[in-house]
């Protein structure tokens, strides 16, 4: 109505205050309120909550002068922040030539501890000489930011970097790097007093944008302009309807994002290959609801399929002949190659026998089930080893092979496990198939057989391609690139090992 008047006020005892400030009520007017309603906002940076890493340049042409007023200025930003368990996260190392690992505080070190952290800034040294940069964002990358380290993966990674000189290594590639990852990174140039001070462009290249980089000749006020730039990029205006806490991609997936955390954002998340399922809502919407924000659903998750971590032995067998010819022995070598990627190797997992034949079976280069048991890196690299020569093909006398030795307790079979044999072949074999294959399976193996056109274009066997696999669903047949075949495969694999277990 005419000349009513609204009254609004926030829970100040959970630190939220009125913003524009002062603005408590407005009046109805004739055709609008005098004003647009305030909103209930809290300071920033105090309930933002953030893994920050801050780095300090310990070049000798810093000078000591400068480097407790780089340590003043760093005790400045802790202050903004709530250091606790739920909240805001810090590391600071140092870095000149390399970085500093003895001094170096990781993100977990003083967790809800203010003063410890203050404390063991306090005794961080100065001294040694040039300016590796690169090496020191490296060192954040692969060090700092890792979980163990103390490195959450559902909060924001801000990175800072505090520099006074030119870096003698490259800065650009890993500072992408970081931005690629989520991180925020920002940088402070400190102009010495020699003049020479950091090159913009270097700064630029840290930072990612120039709204990022401050420079200085003593770090006065440089608290309050980070202070403004984080606040900026963290929480935005203080009445907009944000979602918070953001998503963020779950693992072994992807998350692509209209808007980031604002109202109407979209979110779309999807797993990274066909090893994985996503469990959960594939969209998410931020919605105001009674102007806060709020996801419509929750952060999916990436669940490996059943084949991924389940008990079993795997088996696979190569056709090296040479009627399949090169080509189509590297692009199955990378195929195969995506299939062991998609199992957890472990003792207690899945493991893993391969082996190459033509006219023979190739023992020299043969992996048995219990060679790698819980190595998976040393099994690609065995299994990369493995090369493509010889004539004929004896697709019988390899399935014997696997039956009388690779499936032994000896070469690493166990009991409790699903056999699973995966023979890939231009399917014209010289000897019998059918008799092995029918043994594999009446010892309880599941049998697939790959069919991969040969360059000759005489086809696959396809008789043959029954009598290996057992049947029509567990035949593939290979065609550009093997196109389509690993997705189909694995969604066979979830089907017959993990349904009704």
């Not at 003063?115 to 964002?137: S, V």
């Amino acid at each position: 109505m005419y000349n009513s008047v609204c009254t609004f006020q926030c829970n100040e005892t959970a630190g939220y205050s009125l913003y524009p400030e002062g603005l408590s009520e407005i009046t109805c007017l004739p055709d609008s309120w005098s004003f647009s309603a305030p909103c209930c906002a809290r300071a920033c940076l105090p309930n933002s909550v953030v893994d920050m890493i801050i780095i300090l340049d310990s070049s000798s042409s810093v000078g000591a002068e400068n480097w407790q007023v780089m340590k003043q200025f760093v005790k400045d930003i802790i202050e903004l922040f709530d250091i606790s368990e739920l909240g805001t996260h810090i590391a600071i190392f140092r870095y000149n030539r390399r970085p500093d690992r003895t001094s170096q505080i990781l993100l977990n070190d003083y967790v809800g501890d203010k003063q410890g952290l203050l404390a063991a800034l306090d005794e961080m040294p100065y001294n040694g000489r040039g300016t590796w940069i690169g090496k020191a964002l490296d060192h954040a990358k692969d060090f700092i930011l890792e979980i163990r380290n103390g490195d959450r993966s559902d909060v924001r990674d801000v990175v800072l970097t505090i520099t006074d000189g030119r870096s003698k290594d490259d800065v650009s590639v890993v500072s992408e790097e970081l931005r690629a990852e989520g991180a925020l990174t920002y940088v402070v140039g400190l102009i010495p007093s020699n003049g020479k001070g950091p090159r913009g462009e270097e700064l630029l290249r840290i930072a990612g944008s120039p709204e990022r980089v401050t420079m200085t000749t003593g770090f006065e006020n440089v608290d309050d302009i980070f202070e403004r730039m984080l606040s900026k990029e963290l929480c935005g205006h203080p009445c907009d309807v944000k979602c918070n806490p953001s998503h963020v991609a779950p693992e072994n997936g992807k998350m692509r994002c209209s808007d980031g955390n604002m109202e109407g954002s979209r979110c779309v998340f999807s797993c990274d290959n066909a090893a994985f399922e996503l469990r959960g809502e594939p969209v998410s919407i931020c919605m105001d609801q009674m102007q806060t924000g709020v996801w419509s659903s929750p952060t999916p998750t990436c669940q490996a399929r059943c084949p991924a971590f389940g008990v079993i032995d795997l088996v696979i067998v190569l056709d090296s002949s040479s009627s399949f010819g090169k080509k189509n022995w590297d692009m199955m070598k990378a195929f195969v190659r995506n299939i062991l990627n998609s199992f957890e190797i472990s003792s207690i997992a899945a493991r893993a026998a391969i082996f190459r034949y033509n006219s023979k079976v190739y023992t020299d280069s043969q992996i048995l089930l219990g060679d790698f048991p819980d190595n998976k890196t040393a099994l690609l690299a065995a299994y990369d080893a493995i090369i493509h020569n010889g004539r004929g093909t004896k697709t019988g006398q390899a399935l014997l092979h696997v039956n009388n030795t690779i499936l032994n307790e000896v070469g690493g079979n166990r009991p409790e496990a699903q056999d699973v044999v995966i023979t890939i072949t231009d399917g014209r074999s010289e000897d019998d198939v059918a008799v092995v294959s029918g043994s594999l399976r009446s010892r309880g193996a599941l049998t697939y057989a790959i069919g991969v056109m040969p360059p000759n274009s005489k086809g696959v066997d396809e008789q043959q391609m029954l009598s290996v696999a057992g049947q029509p669903s567990n035949i593939f047949i290979a065609r550009n690139d093997f196109e389509g075949v690993y997705e189909k495969l694995i969604k066979k694999l979830d089907l017959d090992i993990c349904v009704n277990v």
